[in-house]
């Protein structure tokens, strides 16, 4: 089955890169592009990719409100989000309006491809220095940001235990050697505190994680 993408950036040379190296796997292929954030919302909404490589500075309409209104909508495609910068203030905010994770341009192609295939498969894009700038994010907030969702009650000690080391930028094999537990078990584990937590990802319990005050940066 191909992997649908969405190219949005607003400068059409970088979308044409894009689309070259895109179409040239054979499981994947470029639907549609946007030169806007207001363009990439009607085009994911009209196409309904697996993904959406998001630009983050554009005009019209920036891609962190771009990913909120994918995010919200009835059947929400996934965004990568394409940025010059380090994880800035924006890519931050994507993140948390519901990005599955960002990776910045002057990667290797390869990278490129293999994080559009991650994304696709329904895993976030989360590397350590990622969950380490987030965590640094939090250290300087004196307390939480928001009312804990309600599906953090219905945790159980263990899925706690999960989701404090997802926070921590763990992966599901990390997770398993760490509680001594099997490969599928985290999975399981994992699955059922997104369930819970109404996420998307594990970009999002991280944030989740931190915002409730469920674990302490």
Do not use: C, W
Not at 27 to 46: I, S, W
Not at 117 to 143: D, K, S, W
């Amino acid at each position: 089955m191909s992997i649908g993408v969405v190219v949005a950036d607003d400068q059409a040379i970088v979308r044409a890169g894009f689309r070259l190296l895109i179409d040239s796997e054979p499981d994947m292929t470029v639907l549609g592009e946007a030169a806007d954030g207001a363009e990439a919302v009607a085009a994911a909404r009209r196409m309904t990719p697996d993904v959406v490589l998001m630009d983050i500075r554009m005009p019209v309409m920036d891609g962190v409100a771009a990913t909120r209104l994918i995010a919200a909508g009835e059947t929400p495609s996934r965004v990568l989000i394409l940025t010059t910068f380090d994880l800035d203030e924006y890519v931050f905010a994507a993140l948390h309006a519901g990005a599955s994770g960002f990776m910045l341009k002057d990667r290797p192609p390869e990278e490129l491809l293999s994080a559009i295939r991650v994304i696709a498969a329904g895993e976030a894009l989360l590397a350590p220095n990622v969950t380490r700038r987030l965590i640094e994010h939090f250290i300087r907030q004196p307390e939480p940001l928001r009312t804990p969702p309600g599906g953090l009650q219905e945790l159980t000690v263990r899925e706690r235990e999960v989701l404090a080391l997802i926070a921590a930028g763990l992966s599901n094999t990390e997770i398993a050697g760490k509680l001594v537990i099997s490969v599928p078990t985290a999975k399981t584990h994992v699955s059922r505190i997104l369930a819970k937590l109404a996420a998307r990802d594990r970009a999002q319990l991280v944030v989740i994680a931190y915002q409730s005050g469920l674990v302490k940066a």
